[in-house]
């Protein structure tokens, strides 16, 4: 089954912390991102990357970096995470944007990671 | 600065009518959006798309319209069913921007009454 698979799903931690919030897909895409949604303010993306060790920030890329050693995995790290870290994050992927002469931007979500720093 | 737009927090419409969804942008470069759909505790999922080079696209029930001179797309579910019931969240990328970022709206609730 094609999927984007994020762990864990539910994490309560401390300021300061380092915590590691894992995310992995199967369908060989080459486009990963992270987003974070908060009441009122939609998804956001945090970072993203375009292919195997290519990273870019995106707009809230501040307290986050992100890593792309695979193309399958898109790990995203907090060195020192605080309160207004806390929030419902999404890992999405997706083939870049033309295949032939098909345009798709069709992103694929994972289940969400809920985190709370206290 | 909000690009993208969804005006109404909530909508309540009743099984079997139609569902209009609303979406405004302010970026005159976006040229492809797309509907997503969120249920609890899940990740959104993609519904229907739409290139800046139309001005409809049909999925079955679904149906996206797009009038670029106003910068509003609007989704319509038609007949609305319960399992409709969920958050949708309207998103646009620009295709020149070299970065396949969607930029995404608030989110607007649907509620469908049986």
């Known amino acids: 089954e094609a999927q984007v698979t994020q762990n864990p799903r539910y994490l309560i931690t401390v300021t300061g912390k380092k915590l590691t919030v894992t995310c992995s897909q199967n369908?060989?895409?080459?486009?990963m991102s992270w987003y974070r949604q908060d009441p009122g303010l939609g998804l956001r993306q945090i970072y993203y990357s375009m292919n195997v060790e290519v990273t870019d920030k995106g707009d809230v890329p501040e307290g986050y970096k992100v890593s792309r050693k695979e193309k399958r995995n898109f790990p995203l790290i907090l060195e020192s995470p605080s309160p207004n870290q806390t929030s419902l994050y999404f890992c999405a992927s997706s083939l870049m944007g033309t295949e032939g002469l098909a345009v798709s931007y069709e992103q694929y979500f994972g289940p969400g990671t809920r985190l709370t720093v206290t | 600065d909000q690009q993208v737009k969804q005006n109404s927090p909530s909508l309540s419409v009743q099984e079997g009518r139609i569902s209009i969804l609303n979406c405004d942008y302010t970026n005159s470069m976006f040229d492809y959006f797309l509907w997503y759909k969120k249920y609890p505790a899940e990740g959104p999922t993609f519904l229907i798309s739409?290139?800046?080079?139309?001005d409809k696209n049909e999925d079955g029930r679904f149906t996206v319209f797009l009038n670029k001179s106003a910068k509003h797309l609007s989704l319509h579910i038609v007949p609305s069913q319960p399992g409709d019931s969920a958050v949708y969240f309207c998103?646009?990328?620009?295709?020149?921007?070299?970065?396949?970022?969607?930029?995404f709206g608030t989110g607007t609730r649907l509620t469908i009454i049986p």
């Open positions: 998103a646009a990328i620009g295709s020149n921007f070299g970065n396949e970022k969607l930029t």
């Open positions: 369908m060989n895409h080459e486009y």
């Open positions: 739409i290139s800046s080079i139309k």
